[in-house]
């Protein structure tokens, strides 16, 4: 360590020590406390002030690609270019930072071998994602033509996703738009925010089904598909999903949110005609709203 680092990032200094590793994997890392500082634990964010002893304990290396395994999979609807996956609460879309196996891209390789590779090796045919605790219904490009074609009409916003969410409170108006621009939270990096003046544009509408005595049901449109949309607009307004912790909403039994993607609509890139796919609310879910009857 030299005068030079003195004031960089921990994470800055670390890519420059080490260039064998990305940035993203030496944050991941730090934030799995695989990274000391005179012992103790430190945030990327951190500042390097020059005397310190830095050590790195590596993780286990990322696969550089998808492996197929035989998972339950449960499918919607498939063509010679689309195939439309029914997504259980608690499976990840695709591998991350210490999630390699029990994906549902590990499962849908198993199941129809070649998918497009658009998203590259670890993520093929993934053209939108759904948040780990979020079930229901994703499409899965089968090929590269496919997934230009599907990923055009989600940037043109010609995809319509429906969503079925059970709020905190009882929502007042009886349908409503929230467009507040979402952004990374600048202190708890794993949360999203409509909180500050800048962001990504963001376009979420609702639809109250029903008002149950402390909790709302409603069907939700998003215009746009940020990460955690949903679940950050309901939030900002007073109305966090139920289940939904990391947004503040109080622990709940199911160990899921109740937030459910229930109905897709998409043009085939194959033969331009419009295609509705739903998924059915699952039965953990359908048992929550029977206790509030």
């Known amino acids: 360590m030299s005068a030079d680092d003195r004031g960089k990032r921990l994470d800055q200094f670390l890519r420059e020590r080490l260039p064998q590793y990305s940035r993203s994997r030496l944050q991941d890392w730090i934030d799995q406390g695989r990274v000391l500082v005179n012992g103790a634990s430190e945030k990327r964010s951190y500042l ?67 998918l497009s590779s658009v998203a590259g090796e670890l993520r093929p045919g993934i053209v939108h994602r759904l948040d ?39 929502v007042k108006n009886d349908s409503g738009r929230i467009n507040t621009p979402i952004a990374r939270d600048p202190v708890r990096r794993v949360r999203m925010t409509a909180r500050l003046a800048h962001g990504r544009q963001a376009i979420t509408s609702y639809q109250v089904i029903r008002r149950f005595k402390e909790l709302t049901l409603l069907e939700v449109k998003i215009g746009t598909g940020r990460t955690h949309q949903i679940r950050v607009h309901l939030a900002s307004i007073g109305h966090p999903v ?52």
């Open 48 to 114: 390097v002030k020059g005397a310190e002893r830095i050590q790195v304990h590596p993780g286990e290396l990322a696969p550089l690609k998808a492996t197929a395994e035989d998972l339950p999979l449960e499918v919607l609807y498939e063509d010679a270019d689309v195939i439309a996956i029914n997504k259980p609460a608690g499976m990840v879309v695709h591998s991350g930072a210490g999630q390699h196996s029990g994906t549902l891209v590990n499962a849908v390789l198993h199941r129809f071998e070649k």
């Open 132 to 170: 780990r605790f979020t079930s229901g219904v994703i499409l899965i490009a089968r090929s590269d033509a496919a997934h230009r074609n599907l990923a055009e009409q989600f940037a043109a916003r010609k995809v319509e996703k429906i969503y079925v969410a059970l709020a905190h409170g009882r």
């Open 242 to 293: 139920v289940g939904d912790k990391l947004y503040g909403a109080p622990a709940g039994a199911l160990g899921r949110y109740f937030l459910h993607a229930r109905q897709i609509t998409f043009t085939s890139p194959g033969t331009g005609q419009q295609i509705t796919v739903s998924a059915p609310l699952p039965a953990e879910l359908e048992a929550q709203l029977a206790t509030l009857e």
